[in-house]
């Protein structure tokens, strides 16, 4: 996975430097889609209805249930759709999903 070794995926405030006043920091630019954004690519991977939003600093995350069993889920069942920080870099995207993963199991 992702995770391994020092690959610096989480940036260090000191190597960066101080943030210049008008630059945006990751927070700012966090995804903030409606669920009437995201249903349409939601719906790409299967029938799920919102259940809720979990609250998140640097990216959205929504908990979904599955209206109709297929491909990936059966009804009822629960999954998480995360809308990654766009500053992300995607070592660190993948290591956050290798988390998820390896906590599902």
Do not use: Y
Request: glycine share 10%; with cysteine.
């Amino acid at each position: 996975g992702g995770c391994h070794g020092s690959s610096g995926l989480l940036p260090s405030s000191r190597a960066k430097g101080a943030m210049a006043s008008t630059e945006k920091s990751v927070i700012d630019l966090r995804p903030t889609f409606s669920w009437s954004d995201l249903a349409p690519i939601v719906h790409e991977f299967g029938d799920f209805e919102l259940v809720r939003s979990f609250p998140s600093e640097r990216d959205q995350n929504l908990l979904l249930r599955c209206i109709v069993g297929g491909e990936g889920c059966a009804a009822g069942d629960m999954v998480v759709f995360k809308v990654h920080n766009p500053t992300d870099d995607v070592a660190f995207v993948e290591c956050q999903s290798d988390a998820l993963e390896r906590a599902a199991a």
